[in-house]
């Protein structure tokens, strides 16, 4: 009887204790699942008032500038500066800053003055180098500053001088309306002779010279068209038959850039007391030219520079001759039409007159020391 008391109170303990386990289990499992359905409502909740602020907005417009055409060239060039912008940002100051450098066109388009000539353009554009030692001529003894392996080297003192002695003569016939003639017929000097002639208001050759054109022009240069200006350069009509018994211009004077190659001309310059200024080299003969201007006549850069210098010393002449026309004064004598042969001779002497007077004025008759 004990025994059967003690094991039916144990069966009604265990009857009892199963529910209230099975309760505790399944409310934990209720508490999981509300949880996550609550998590998920906030999520929707969440897209749903994100889609609601996205929609509820009014779509902006297409604009032009963002939505163009893609250009290769313009994106890769934005790139490369956008590039280069951070590259500054990020480095600073790092790095040698570009000095100015040779522009070989700026010798052409904006060649430098008279007043700019100084033995460091004279240098930087090689003018110093001469020839071999060999193929020297013993003329060009008082331009030679030494010797250098096997070379010649001019003195840039010298060359310095004797270009602005030949800028002032230039400056000078121009000034009196004289007609200058330049002259360079080797391969790339084409450009700097034909800019030369323009600012100095004269006439330019790039081409082989025609023997007996100054000579005997009149019957290789007898069928030029010539015209009559005044002092203003403005052209006068009604002259044509006066200019049709006319003889051939010539030049007032003559800049010759490579005088070896040329030596005809300045022999024909010669014969009719045509002055000349030549770039005369270690292996010329200085007594070719009337003014000389020692210097490398092979440096294309060296010829560009004289010539610039040239034509800019021949522009600052005219612009005095201009100024003094508005103000009526004319700085040269004016050429009758129709005269006799007297009278042209006549002329002939009062235009050598005039470049000895140019000559006189810079001092050219003083004679010339040794270095």
Same mark, same amino acid.
């Given at each position: 009887m004990i025994i059967r008391r003690s094991l039916l109170r144990q069966g009604r303990l265990i009857q009892r204790g199963f529910p209230i386990s099975r309760s505790r289990s399944l409310a934990t499992e209720v508490d999981t699942v509300e949880a996550s359905v609550e998590n998920s409502?906030?999520?929707?909740?969440?897209?749903?008032?994100?889609?609601?602020?996205?929609?509820?907005?009014?779509?902006?417009?297409? %604009?032009?500038?963002?939505?163009?055409?893609?250009?290769?060239?313009?994106?890769?060039? @934005?790139?490369?500066?956008?590039?280069?912008?951070?590259?500054?940002?990020?480095?600073?100051?790092?790095? %040698?800053? @570009? &000095?100015?450098?040779? =522009?070989?066109?700026?010798?052409?388009?904006?060649?430098?003055?008279?007043? =700019?000539i100084t033995l460091e353009l004279l240098l930087a554009s090689q003018s110093h180098l001469g020839h071999s030692t060999s193929l020297w001529n013993p003329m060009n003894s008082r331009y030679i500053f030494g010797i250098r392996q096997g070379i010649h080297i001019i003195s840039l003192d010298v060359t310095a001088s004797h270009l602005r002695r030949a800028c002032r003569i230039v400056s000078g016939v121009a000034e009196r309306a004289g007609?200058?003639?330049?002259?360079?017929?080797?391969?790339? =000097?084409?450009?700097?002779?034909?800019? /030369? #002639?323009?600012?100095?208001?004269?006439?330019?050759?790039f081409e082989r010279w025609i023997p007996g054109s100054i000579t005997n022009g009149?019957?290789?240069?007898?069928?030029?068209?010539?015209?009559?200006? %005044?002092?203003?350069?403005?052209?006068?009509?009604?002259?044509? %038959?006066?200019?049709?018994?006319?003889?051939?211009?010539?030049?007032?004077?003559?800049?010759?850039?490579?005088?070896?190659?040329?030596? @005809?001309?300045?022999?024909?310059c010669g014969l009719n007391n045509i002055p000349?200024?030549?770039?005369?080299?270690?292996? /010329?003969?200085?007594?070719?030219?009337?003014?000389?201007?020692? #210097?490398?006549?092979?440096?294309?850069?060296?010829?560009?520079?004289? #010539?610039?210098?040239?034509?800019? &010393?021949?522009?600052?002449?005219q612009l005095r001759r201009t100024e003094k026309a508005k103000k009526g004064e004319i700085s040269y004598t004016p050429v009758e039409l129709g005269g006799d042969e007297d009278e042209d001779d006549d002329d002939e002497d009062d235009d050598e007159f005039l470049i000895d007077e140019i000559a006189a004025e810079v001092g050219?008759?003083?004679e010339e020391k040794d270095g």
């Open positions: 409502l906030k999520e929707t909740h969440s897209i749903e008032s994100l889609i609601q602020d996205h929609t509820t907005n009014a779509i902006p417009r297409i %604009d032009d500038r963002t939505h163009r055409r893609f250009d290769y060239k313009t994106e890769a060039t @934005v790139r490369k500066h956008l590039a280069v912008k951070h590259q500054h940002e990020v480095g600073g100051t790092f790095g %040698d800053e @570009v &000095a100015p450098h040779y =522009q070989p066109h700026q010798l052409i388009t904006n060649p430098p003055s008279p007043s =700019q007609l200058i003639l330049f002259v360079g017929t080797r391969p790339g =000097q084409d450009r700097c002779v034909v800019n /030369a #002639a323009r600012l100095a208001g004269g006439c330019h050759l009149n019957q290789i240069l007898g069928g030029c068209q010539k015209k009559v200006v %005044d002092e203003h350069d403005n052209e006068i009509d009604g002259h044509d %038959d006066h200019l049709l018994d006319e003889p051939a211009l010539k030049p007032d004077l003559v800049v010759c850039l490579n005088p070896l190659e040329n030596w @005809v001309m300045l022999h024909e000349t200024i030549g770039i005369i080299d270690t292996d /010329a003969d200085p007594t070719w030219v009337t003014y000389p201007i020692p #210097a490398n006549d092979d440096s294309l850069r060296c010829v560009q520079v004289i #010539a610039g210098v040239l034509g800019k &010393a021949g522009q600052e002449g050219l008759f003083q």
